[in-house]
């Protein structure tokens, strides 16, 4: 069973289902109302962290992975009108001179588009069952509290409680798991938190593509320059001929909450072309605002003991700045892992015994490199909250500064850096 229905719980939910004869997955919002065609009509409360409308792009190695896991789906994605974007010819990126054809491709569509995608293959091609509306609350454990059985869930329209049996449940419930609660409430130690919070801030925007509109780019990055320049702006093209427009900043900086502040927000980036594009364009939705989005990572694998049967990834154990754009890629290597521990178990399938334990551990060792590289960008700006790692820390910084300077004029650095 996985608790959470999206990125990180869909990709696990296909894993499983390689190794289980019954996958169910439990998810608390309605699934039917995710209609990936529509783009926001009202703004979520302030300070609320909702992805369902943002654009989301999987790096190209969390492509290949997903590719893997789920044949065809790019030209699904394609069918449906999300672009595809070659990186290293459609994205000019400022300073970076060279633009070249590789096959380095990935898709940019809304993150509702990409949810259902895969939640519908999962449906078709591999029996996963899904039960929307439903809030697990509990998790329920064997008589001698080592091992977890099932769970506890409250359904929508029905006040009484149910339970569900299951031999291994997996919480993808996001940032806001509260397994650590749950677990101390079983008389299981928690994990340790580290957060590191560069006060990253997003307003999105979604435009009406203007017709006819010539640009030698698909998609446009104006970036920020540390440790001065904090303002970012990027437009991405979505399915339905649409622009989504992020802008972001770091620190204290304040973000537009409105069509009249995201203009002159758009208007103070290093370069015009970012505004000037959509100065007469058509906005689609309201603008909305993303706070609090921090690094924060959960041991899990530090702790003592955990229940045998239980696993816990995605957001849910790392959640990443977003700025980066590893966080699907990560929950991808996170399925991955997954599927190499249940691969090394014993059989029979009932017999999970290690399997918590060890994943955990190999989740948290394939964690490290995309930590290093969240973390040695957040610092580059002073006001950046949190415990510094020290040494690796440095030679991260010193390393992609090499790379991102090697770049400039060298076609092979660049595919490299972007493939990996
Ligand atoms: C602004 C923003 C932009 C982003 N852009 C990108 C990008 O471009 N590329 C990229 O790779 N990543 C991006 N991400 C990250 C990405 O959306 C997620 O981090 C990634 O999909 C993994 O999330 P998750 O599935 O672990 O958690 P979540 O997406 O948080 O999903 C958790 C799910 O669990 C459900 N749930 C919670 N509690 C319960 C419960 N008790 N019972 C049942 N269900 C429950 C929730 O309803 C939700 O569906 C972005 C994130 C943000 C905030």
């Not at 409360?45 to 943002?54: E, F, K, R, Y």
């Not at 569900?164 to 079983?186: F, H, I, K």
């Not at 938190?193 to 925007?205: D, Q």
């Not at 972001?248 to 594009?277: C, I, K």
Request: net charge neutral.
């Amino acid at each position: 069973m996985v608790i959470g229905g999206s990125i990180a719980g869909l990709m696990a939910a296909r894993i499983l289902a390689d190794h289980f004869e019954t996958v169910t997955v439990v998810e608390r919002d309605s699934l039917s109302n995710l209609n990936p065609s529509c783009p926001p009509q009202k703004p979520e409360p302030n300070g609320d962290i909702s992805q369902a409308n943002n654009v989301h792009v999987p790096l190209a190695q969390g492509q290949r992975i997903l590719e893997h896991l789920f044949p065809g789906l790019a030209i699904e994605l394609s069918l449906v009108g999300a672009p595809k974007i070659n990186w290293t010819a459609d994205c000019p990126v400022l300073g970076v001179g060279i633009r070249f054809q590789a096959d380095l491709a990935t898709h940019t569509c809304s993150h509702r588009l990409f949810e259902w995608s895969l939640r519908r293959r999962l449906i078709d091609h591999y029996g996963v069952n899904f039960l929307e509306s439903c809030q697990v609350t509990q998790l329920l454990l064997d008589e001698s509290q080592a091992a977890v059985t099932g769970v506890q869930l409250l359904t929508q329209n029905r006040s009484q409680a149910e339970r569900l049996s299951a031999n291994l449940v997996v919480d993808a419930r996001g940032c806001r798991s509260s397994l650590p609660q749950w677990l101390e409430t079983l008389g299981y130690p928690s994990p340790e938190e580290t957060a590191i919070n560069s006060f990253l801030g997003y307003s999105t925007c979604w435009f009406k593509q203007p017709q006819n509109f010539q640009a030698d780019w698909k998609v446009l990055m104006i970036s920020h320059k540390p440790p001065k320049n904090k303002r970012t702006g990027v437009i991405y093209p979505v399915e339905g001929k649409r622009w989504v427009v992020v802008l972001s900043s770091v620190g204290e900086d304040s973000f537009p909450t409105d069509q009249a502040s995201f203009l002159e927000f758009a208007r103070s980036l290093q370069s015009p072309l970012l505004y000037e594009a959509i100065k007469d364009a058509t906005a689609l939705s309201p603008v909305q605002t993303y706070r609090r989005i921090e690094n924060r990572r959960r041991h899990y694998e530090k702790l003592s003991r955990l229940p045998e049967g239980l696993i816990a990834l995605g957001d849910a154990v790392c959640a990443f700045n977003p700025f980066y754009g590893q966080k699907m890629t990560v929950a991808a290597l996170g399925a991955l892992t997954l599927d190499s521990c249940l691969k090394q178990k014993a059989q029979p399938t009932e017999n999970l015994t290690g399997v918590s334990k060890r994943f955990q551990t190999e989740l948290a060792s394939t964690l490290e490199t995309p930590w290093l590289i969240a973390l040695s960008e957040d610092f580059r700006w002073s006001t950046t909250e949190g415990n510094q790692p020290g040494s690796m820390l440095r030679l991260m910084n010193q390393y992609i500064n090499q790379v991102s300077k090697s770049a400039i004029d060298r076609p092979g650095v660049w595919k490299c850096s972007i493939r990996n």
